[in-house]
């Protein structure tokens, strides 16, 4: 079956962190570009993060930068997103997505080849 799956999703008090994953089957994740979104209640949905598939580049979303970290596992064949010094504006539906042709994904208007389910991440005390 191809899908992603992503996990890792949690509550956590300000300050604290989380390490989201995305987890691909059927299809060999490091051939695609990956992007990280999330949207919260009321709130357009945002590309956070991703990660090239031409050369590793990646990109960051201004509200994020300096405390998320995307990577990727080959063996594992999975991407990452380590959140750290969450805050409660952080809070939001994470999910991830992968496209063939893209090689960095960063609008969440785009219909990309693959997309996870979502994890949910809520930032509180």
């Known amino acids: 079956q191809v899908q992603l799956v992503e996990s890792g999703g949690g509550l956590v008090q300000p300050g604290g962190s989380l390490r989201l994953s995305c987890a691909a089957s059927g299809f060999i994740l490091d051939d695609y570009g990956i992007g990280w979104f999330r949207q919260a209640p009321g709130k357009e949905r945002e590309g956070v993060s991703c990660?090239?598939?031409?050369?590793?580049?990646?990109y960051y979303a201004d509200s994020v930068k300096g405390r998320f970290t995307i990577s990727r596992d080959k063996a594992k064949n999975t991407v990452y997103l380590q959140m750290n010094s969450l805050n409660p504006e952080d809070t939001a539906v994470y999910y991830c997505?992968?496209?063939?042709?893209?090689?960095?994904?960063?609008?969440?208007?785009?219909?990309?080849?693959?997309r996870g389910q979502g994890t949910q991440v809520t930032v509180s005390s």
């Open positions: 997505a992968a496209d063939l042709k893209v090689w960095c994904l960063t609008d969440p208007r785009i219909l990309y080849d693959y």
């Open positions: 990660i090239s598939s031409k050369d590793g580049s990646t």
